[in-house]
């Protein structure tokens, strides 16, 4: 249902891929007039053909009252947010930017200074729930910045998800997202481990997952991603390469703060061996391959 209120509110949102593409469809139906870029032409080739507005290059959404984005990494995001090669100089101020990407903190912080410069606000509101949770509107967000512009975007924010956390000042969002992935390498590494030993002793793995999805070593991972590893399905959701980038962001953090995070140097480790296996596009149930490897298990 349209609303005065929601179409008053242009959105520009940049990169439409894996959890863009599902995120923007969201605001779309919540009746939000959203114009897309993504670096991409194929990508938007498929935009056109769904009749979603894109625009081919960062000025043609400058003019919007907020900018979302959600890209693969830390230099992606310094290379939209920025006076040179980017979007900056174009923005008008009283614009918002929500960067939703799971980027370095440090960067975010340097990003919304930059851009408080020229008057425009800045949110770092990395996501977790996976591609299901973009598509069902049901991701868990986790916001830093300024609490009076947090309070500005909820409605939006609310498109993607209800669980909309105020996670502190700038910065803060992303430092709670790694945490989020601290739990969620080793959410994946226990389950990995887990079916490892049933496949070696000859286990159903189906009657394991059903039987550990009723007590208390259930998951996410265990409830989303164990079929397909039973399955031997490495379609990605979230990419091992993905994965891998966030692991390294936390543990750039923990270093900083001189904080020992042995479990996720493990977690990290056993990631590393996946991608030398040229497995970094595969989705993060991948994992598993390396436990296959190391008990010559097929
Ligand atoms: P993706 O690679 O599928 O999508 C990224 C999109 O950004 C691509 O379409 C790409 O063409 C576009 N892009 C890259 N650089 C660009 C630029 N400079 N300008 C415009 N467009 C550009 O990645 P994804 O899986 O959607 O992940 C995006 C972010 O969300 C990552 O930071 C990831 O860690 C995070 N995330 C992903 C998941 C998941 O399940 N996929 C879950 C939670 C968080």
């Known amino acids: 249902m349209k609303t005065n209120n929601k179409t008053s509110q242009s959105i520009g949102f940049v990169g439409a891929g894996n959890m863009g593409l599902p995120m923007l469809k969201n605001l779309i139906k919540q009746g939000y007039e959203v114009k897309v870029y993504d670096i991409n032409p194929k990508i938007?080739?498929?935009l056109e053909k769904d009749k979603i507005k894109s625009v081919n290059n960062l000025r043609g959404i400058a003019n919007s009252n907020f900018i979302i984005s959600i890209l693969p990494d830390t230099n992606d995001v310094e290379n939209v947010f920025n006076e040179r090669t980017g979007i900056n100089s174009y923005l008008k101020p009283g614009t918002i930017v929500i960067d939703m990407s799971t980027i370095s903190s440090k960067s975010a912080i340097e990003i919304g200074k930059t851009l408080q410069k020229i008057q425009v606000d800045f949110l770092d509101a990395p996501v977790s729930g996976g591609v299901k949770g973009a598509q069902n509107a049901k991701l868990s967000i986790m916001v830093g910045g300024k609490k009076d512009i947090f309070k500005k975007s909820i409605n939006i924010l609310n498109c993607?998800?209800?669980n909309v956390i105020y996670a502190g000042k700038s910065g803060m969002g992303q430092i709670f997202k790694?945490?989020?992935q601290i739990m969620v390498g080793?959410?994946?590494?226990?389950?990995?481990e887990a079916f490892a030993l049933c496949k070696s002793k000859g286990g159903n793995l189906n009657l394991l997952r059903e039987t550990l999805m009723g007590g208390s070593a259930n998951s996410w991972m265990l409830e989303n991603?164990?079929?397909q590893v039973i399955d031997k399905n490495d379609q990605a959701g979230f990419r091992?390469?993905?994965?891998?980038?966030d692991l390294r962001l936390a543990s750039?953090?923990?270093f900083e703060s001189g904080v020992p995070l042995p479990g996720l140097s493990l977690v990290q480790t056993l990631y590393l061996e996946s991608r030398a296996h040229n497995e970094g596009?595969?989705?993060n149930q991948s994992l598993f391959k390396t436990y296959d490897r190391m008990t010559n298990q097929k």
């Open 240 to 245: 091992i390469d993905l994965q891998l980038k």
């Open 160 to 162: 993607f998800g209800k």
């Open 225 to 227: 991603l164990g079929n």
């Open 281 to 283: 596009k595969n989705g």
């Open 186 to 192: 080793s959410h994946i590494q226990a389950m990995c």
């Open 178 to 180: 790694m945490c989020n």
């Open 44 to 46: 938007t080739k498929k």
């Open 252 to 254: 750039e953090a923990a």
